[in-house]
Each structure stands twice: as C-alpha cells, then as structure tokens.
C-alpha cells in the first residue's frame, strides 16, 4: 500500500489540530448548567481588560498546547472580567455590577461576584468542585510548571486530604511533571 503525499500531509494536519486544542471558554451560567448534565469540576481565569500578567496568563499558560488540552478535557472552563457587566447567578443571589461605565478607559468598578469570592488581585484562578462550590483560589501568574500541580491536584481530588499549605507544598515538592513549557 502506497503512502501519498497528500495522505502523509492529512496524517500531520489532523494531529496538529488535535496537538493544537484550544480552550472552550464559556459563561459560568453555561458551565453550572453543563455540571447538571455531566458533572466536572469548573476552572474560572478572573481577569481584568487593563492586566498585563492576565494576558500573559491567557497567552503562555492556557495557550500551551498541553494546558490547553487538560484543561478542555477535565475542566468546565470560565472567563470571567471582575469589572464587567455580566450578571451571575450563584447560590440563588444575583451578582451584578451596578457601578460599571462602558465609557470608561483602565480600570473600571469591581463586580460584586469579585467581591463575593474575595478576590483581591489579578489574575486569579478559582476552581470550582463538581457542585459548584468554591475551591481554591490562586492569585497571580502561573507559569506551566506553576500551574500543572494544581489543575492535577484539584481534578484528581487530592486537595480533600490537605490539612494546610505545608501539605501542598509536599505535594508540588514530589510532584512528577508532564506538561511540556
């Protein structure tokens, strides 16, 4: 049987497309709602449009082939603008954001779900079990290496048995690495 040219182009396209996932973002409405149907647990990236390290997060991080893939295969993902204008609905309160200005350039208000869920700095990465209760948040840029522990740790339900931080920092210490940077 002879291999064609265009057979051998087709084989590496495929892979590539497969190799080269990108993140399904989606609305935490849609992610809560897609958890009744087949629960998973929810990563949510909060973001701000005036963040650099949230770029870069978005950028280096979510668009490694590796990330991108577990993460679309494990995760319900999220974005989430801490000062948008998107109305969330999440323990049967509405959260909003009454003080947005579409006008305005930079920064703007700061919602009230950010506020709700404490969050105090940008990026920040909230993971969410498969009831949609809060987890953990992580604040900051998270680098590859940074960030394959705690998508590993929270899908595999790990975090369940910690009893404080010195744990986790076991837990990343031992921690064998796949993903590649």
Known sequence: MGITKT????????????????????????????????????????YTKWCGPCRLLDKKTFGNPDVSRYISQNFYAVKFNAEGDEEIFFYDKIFSNTNYNPNRKGRNSTHDFTSFLGIKGYPTIV??????????????YFNVRQIEPYLKMIKRGDYAVFKDSDDIEKYIENFSYRFRQ
């Open 127 to 140: 993971f969410f079990s498969e009831e949609g209760d809060p987890i953990i948040p992580l604040t900051g």
């Open 7 to 46: 057979s051998i182009f087709v084989f590496f396209f495929v892979l590539n497309i497969s190799y080269s996932q990108k993140i399904n973002w989606m609305s935490l409405d849609e992610a809560l709602k897609a958890q009744k149907i087949e629960p998973k647990k929810i990563i949510m990236d909060v």
